[in-house]
């Protein structure tokens, strides 16, 4: 009898714990502090987005050191000055371009004084005067890693995880598992509540290119961190996705830039983790505000809905969105297409770039911009096809992004990632500023000299210096 009891109390327990958490008040569920649940929470339901994700470099960039698949450099033809061997290795920074090494120390990473350059193949020093100034606390874990804490230096998830740009997920896990539980709506009567909760903005969906550039952008944060003491970090350590980067991060410019170590003379970026720096102050980033302005020379008169298609970010990704779920009876969700006053962003880095994969397919990249650019492409081809002796280059490797999208930012010990300014580099800033030119570093004309492109140019462009 006493165990019957026994049990009879415990079932009345079980049962009264999980009536009070369906039925936890709403505003509170708002209310409260979301906190990182990892990438891992997010597979079940959103499972060909986290599988194309796992084979995507920002997973990869910052992993716990594991086994030697993980290792790229060649430690067995290291020089002198690699001191260190796989043994002493804690984590793995990069891969693709360049590698980096780190140690534990008193509970954080050091970057050992090393690095292998994945392009050139070798080893190149790497902080070696100041790697106990540059703990990745301090200069790479808010890139590099999922739901830092800048005080304790702990975090959720290496690498770049779905909370990343999504901001913390434990509302919105916690909500759709309520919503799920048909048997407790049955008996507890809630769905009322329900319907609250399925309305409720409980994670971030945001195509606003901050999201990209709150890695993809170089410069410093100054906080005060434990008795008043202030830390400077390389990151924007309070920015939370779909949100413009807080007030305290300031991003390196041309101004700032005095050892010309980050920009070219020009005003682009010569260095990488710069492209939100350019990309904001492109044509595409203000394509709606041009719009707007009526500069709509190329739509041909007054600003219209129609025009979106190419002016607004927000529209081209809900009416992806929409085509996508067209027909589809199970899906009763009604997409509303913004229109031209309640439109929010121009074209941003995921109209091009799709987080969730791999990379990007070069022939599918220069179908976005023939989408937009119609008259542009339309005279570009024409021109291949006449009988000129010179075109703007050969057929067989032109694309868009080779004149206008130049490789001309530094990583991995050469110029090899494209520009995000889009802007033609002529061969005449290669002699003012000693960088790279569009007619030459994409394979075209690198040949011949660069006073040869320079009067190339001149007889085929006249004047036309974009730089």
């Known amino acids: 009898m006493k165990y019957f009891k026994l049990i009879i109390l415990i079932i009345i327990i079980v049962a009264i714990s999980l009536y009070a958490f369906l039925h936890k008040d709403i505003t509170k569920i708002k209310g409260s ?4 649940t990892g990438s891992e929470s997010c597979a079940s339901c959103h499972t060909k987005k986290h599988q194309s994700w796992q084979h995507s470099m920002h997973p990869k960039i910052f992993k716990k050191y594991t086994d030697d698949s993980q ?8 020089p002198a000055f690699v001191e260190f061997d796989k043994k002493d290795i804690d984590v793995i920074i990069g891969g693709k371009w360049e590698q980096v090494f780190a140690r534990e120390i008193d509970g954080e990473y050091y970057p050992f004084p090393a690095k292998w350059m994945v392009l050139t193949q070798n080893w190149i020093p790497y902080k070696t005067k100041k790697w106990q100034e540059t703990p990745l ?8 890693t999922v739901g830092l804490d800048v005080v304790t230096g702990e975090f959720k998830e290496y690498g770049v995880g779905c909370e990343s740009c999504h901001g913390p997920a434990s509302q919105h896990i916690d909500n759709k598992k309520r919503l799920n539980n048909i048997e407790c709506i049955i008996c507890h009567n809630s769905i009322e509540e329900h319907q609250q909760l399925d309305k409720q903005v409980d994670i971030v969906r945001s195509i606003k290119s901050a999201v990209c550039g709150q890695c993809h952008s170089r410069g410093v944060d100054n906080q005060v961190i434990t008795h008043q003491t202030e830390v400077q970090f390389n990151f924007p350590v309070e920015y939370l996705p779909g949100k413009q980067l807080s007030n305290s991060f300031k991003p390196t410019t041309p101004a700032t830039d005095k050892k010309g170590n980050n920009w070219w003379g020009n005003g682009v970026s010569k260095n990488r983790h710069q492209e939100y720096a350019d990309f904001a102050k492109s044509g595409h980033a203000r394509s709606l505000k041009n719009l707007r302005i009526k ?3 190329s739509c041909g008169g007054e600003p219209e809905d129609k025009c979106l298609k ?13 085509d996508k779920i067209r027909g589809k009876k199970e899906n009763k969700k ?6 031209i006053d309640n439109a929010q962003d121009g074209i941003t880095c995921v109209v091009c770039h799709n987080p969730h994969k791999v990379g990007n397919n070069p022939d599918k990249a220069a179908d976005q911009c023939i989408n937009c650019h119609t008259s542009n492409t339309k005279t570009f081809k024409n021109y291949q096809q006449t009988d000129q002796s010179h075109t703007p280059c050969p057929a067989e490797k032109v694309t868009c992004a080779d004149c206008h999208m130049p490789k001309i930012v530094k990583t991995g010990g050469q110029f090899s990632l494209r520009s995000h300014a889009f802007k033609i580099i002529p061969p005449e800033a290669t002699i003012k500023y000693a960088m790279p030119n569009s007619c030459q570093n994409g394979g075209c004309h690198d040949d011949k000299s660069t006073q040869w492109a320079i009067d190339e140019y001149e007889k085929f462009y006249g004047d036309k210096n974009e730089y």
Do not use: M, W
């Open 33 to 36: 502090e979301a906190y990182y």
């Open 71 to 78: 290792v790229v450099a060649d430690f067995d033809n290291k």
């Open 137 to 144: 606390r301090k200069k790479c874990d808010g890139c590099h």
């Open 295 to 297: 500069r709509t020379e």
């Open 310 to 322: 190419c002016h607004s970010g927000d529209y081209i990704q809900a009416k992806k969105y929409q």
């Open 334 to 339: 009604e997409v509303v297409l913004p229109n």
